[in-house]
């Protein structure tokens, strides 16, 4: 397998426990060198890991690797080598896996649609419900109308995410206890770079292996 546009990983056990993040270089044909914090300790047993890497075309590739030939480069860094044994999938380029997470976010309307002539705060205070690669579906107090443009960040990834969305429908929910009306807003993501979609990608990842685990426990 050859990876087209990768430059950051994700090195798990073979139990998905998250070990470390790592860069990705290019070593030779069959092979590549991830950067890894100092402290990471190689395994004396079989060498074999499950590491996640974010490639901008191919998407978000999970394989079984094998690593060794820990070289150091800097005292905080150091040089692994890594030989993809197995392709396990990429499902994750699909743009309709969701999971389920509430995130507090304030969502910003940048752009109306044309007719629309009502008001709206700056800012809004929202919750997410799912977000995918390719969308997300959140609740505020306010109907922010069809064909609008919103933009938020997320701050839980790995560093923080402007993400700009057009909103495709709004749901009137059940109103709190409090009698405040809320709607629902499922919404496209829109103007993606590829850099911040490895990086959505990668929350999600890390996002769906914690609830495989809440599940097993």
Do not use: W
């Not at 991830?34 to 490639?55: C, H, M, Q, R, W």
């Not at 692994?80 to 309709?96: F, H, M, T």
Request: charged share 25%.
């Amino acid at each position: 397998m050859v990876l087209k546009k990768c430059r950051k990983a994700e090195v798990y056990d073979l139990s998905d426990n998250l070990l470390c993040a790592a860069e990705v270089t290019r070593a030779s044909l069959d092979g590549y060198r991830l950067i890894v914090p100092a402290d990471f300790e190689l395994s004396d047993k079989t060498g074999v890991y499950k590491v996640v890497f974010f490639d901008g075309v191919a998407g978000l590739i999970h394989t079984v690797c094998v690593l060794g030939d820990p070289l150091n480069i800097s005292k905080e860094q150091q040089s692994i080598a890594c030989v993809i044994r197995e392709e396990k999938g990429n499902d994750q380029r699909r743009s309709d896996l969701k999971v389920p997470v509430g995130v507090l976010i304030e969502v910003r309307c940048i752009r109306k649609p044309a007719g629309f002539d009502g008001k709206l705060p700056v800012r809004i205070p929202a919750c997410t419900t799912n977000i995918s690669a390719g969308g997300v579906y959140f609740v505020c107090e306010h109907s922010i109308p069809a064909d609008a443009h919103i933009q938020f960040e997320l701050h839980e990834s790995s560093k923080p995410l402007q993400l700009t969305a057009s909103v495709l429908r709004v749901d009137a929910l059940e109103p709190l206890p409090n009698g405040k009306q809320q709607f629902g807003h499922g919404c496209r993501f829109i103007n993606m770079k590829a850099q911040a979609e490895a990086e959505l990608r990668s929350y999600i990842f890390r996002q769906e292996l914690a609830l495989r685990r809440k599940e097993r426990e």
